[in-house]
Structure formats: structure tokens, C-alpha cells
């Protein structure tokens, strides 16, 4: 069973991107006893970080650029995430799901949003 923590010195490999750097200094400030606050990753660069055995909860990953990072972490997905190596590839959805399987975090969730409906007026 994997422990997953929530403490700085946890990260293996940090991102290279400042934002990213500060995002992840954010979270690990605000993290208190009960209380696993959410990553705002969203349109960040995470590309080479090693994030593995991390519980980032509810993360915020619109956008976020994750190739080449080492997952292996948990939480919650609910928007597009761009996975590309040299160029963008964004999925969402079950295909975003499995690239989570598949890359060594199957414990975070993509969770689906439903489609909105349009009212005529």
C-alpha cells in the first residue's frame, strides 16, 4: 500500500517552471492537520518533476502541463489536462483516466463534468 504524503521534503523532483515551483511551495504552506488543501497547478509546467507518493486531493490541473513527470500520486481531476511531450495533446475524460493508469497513478480520479445544457430563450 502506498503512503501518500504532504510534506515538502517529499518531492523528489521539483518542477523547473517557477510558477509550478510556487504553486507546489503554496500547497505544502497551506496543508494543517486534517486539512489537504488544493494544488492550483492549472496551465502550469510539471514537465520532469517527480510528483510520485504525493496526495494532492482536489488538484487544479486545467491545462497543466504534465509530460515526462512522474506521477504516482492521488486526487482529483475534473478538467482537461495537456500530457504532450514536444507538442500539446490534451485529453480529458476516460482517455485522461487511463493515461493516470498507466503512468503509475491510478488513485487519481477524472472526474467528468456534465455537459451544460442551452436554454432557449
Partial sequence: MIEYRTRRQDVTVWPDD???IQA???FFEQ??????PILEGGGL???DSDLSGMDFAGAEWTSAILDRTRTGM???VDESV??????????DGEELQQ???DHGAPEVTVVTK???TQRNT
Fill in 18 to 20: 517557477d510558477k509550478a
Fill in 24 to 26: 507546489v511551495e503554496t
Fill in 31 to 36: 496543508v494543517t492537520p486534517g486539512n489537504i
Fill in 45 to 47: 509546467d510539471f514537465s
Fill in 74 to 76: 492521488r486526487g482529483v
Fill in 82 to 91: 495537456d500530457v504532450g511531450l514536444d507538442e500539446p495533446h490534451i485529453i
Fill in 99 to 101: 493515461w493516470f493508469r
Fill in 114 to 116: 456534465p455537459a451544460q
